[in-house]
């Protein structure tokens, strides 16, 4: 069995890959993940801009 690892995508990526490694990751269409992204900051007011950046300092990048 394939151990499951959280890795910013090489293929589903616009700016680093985070929205499109974590659908990877989770089974989801990145576009779903990157409206929630987008939803986020619209209502937290930045807030999910600070996630953003924190997942793409964080999270290595796909090694494939």
């Known amino acids: 069995m394939k151990d499951k690892k959280l890795y910013r995508s090489n293929k589903n990526r616009i700016l680093c890959g985070v929205c499109g490694g974590i659908?990877?990751?989770?089974?989801?269409?990145p576009t779903l993940i990157r409206l929630l992204c987008l939803i986020l900051c619209v209502i937290s007011i930045?807030?999910?801009?600070?996630?953003?950046?924190?997942?793409a300092i964080i999270m290595p990048k796909d090694p494939d």
């Open 23 to 29: 659908g990877e990751y989770s089974g989801i269409d």
């Open 46 to 55: 930045g807030g999910g801009i600070l996630v953003y950046l924190i997942g």
